[in-house]
């Protein structure tokens, strides 16, 4: 059952600006696959939004396995990149490490042992499924979220369809008439949700791509 109420619901695209700025570290940038971790490097290195020939290239590439490290270098060569170091603490050290990786002796360990930076075969194969496993994730939260405020949102209307009504004028005077009656009683948000949940089904197959 669904309870809880404060599922991530801000990595949905536009990002909000509170969401971009509570990425403090490179570890915290590197939670988030796919397209939102393309936003945040945008937004992070940048300090705009993902634009339609950014997001063509670099997801191709996120897709293929590449490392997330690696863009986030290519970025910083850009003429027009702002890097948010105040903001990302670490950014400068973690860009720093991908390069000395790159060296061709000195790099030889951590391109064959470091799974962000390694440039083996596997270590692709392994980034890639790592993508795509997190992208799914994401739009779970995103689907689970939606499903709480629907349930929410029923949850109120059935609350306020429940609430004593007037009574009627009596019928005669000597009808035996409550002061009060209530609306017929309907089903709580328990009885629904079998029916919430069947309509958001054909989105949970998608996101988790069956």
């Known amino acids: 059952m669904l309870q809880r109420e404060d599922l991530i619901t801000s990595h949905r695209i536009p990002l909000e600006p509170a969401f971009v700025a509570s990425i403090r570290s490179v570890a915290d940038l590197l939670n988030w696959y796919d397209e ?112 709480l405020a629907t349930q929410r949102n029923l949850s109120r209307a059935l609350s306020s369809q429940s609430m004593p009504v007037a009574a009627a004028a009596p019928v005669a005077p000597t009808a035996a008439l409550p002061s009060v009656v209530r609306a017929p009683r309907v089903r709580t948000s328990f009885d629904v949700r079998e029916i919430d949940f069947h309509n958001t089904e054909k989105r949970v197959i998608n996101a988790l791509r069956i």
């Open 36 to 147: 939102v971790f393309l936003e945040l490097a945008y937004q992070i290195m940048l300090r705009r939004s993902l634009d339609f020939e950014g997001r063509r290239y670099y997801l191709s590439k996120l897709r293929l396995g590449r490392s997330r490290l690696a863009i986030l270098d290519q970025l910083s060569k850009a003429s027009e990149a702002e890097p948010l170091v105040e903001q990302v603490i670490d950014l400068a050290s973690e860009l720093a490490r991908y390069r000395a990786s790159r060296r061709f002796f000195k790099g030889f360990k951590s391109r064959w042992t470091d799974l962000e930076i390694g440039n083996r075969g596997s270590f692709f194969r392994a980034r890639a499924i790592a993508n795509a496993v997190g992208q799914t994730r994401q739009d779970l939260l995103l689907i689970c979220a939606d499903l």
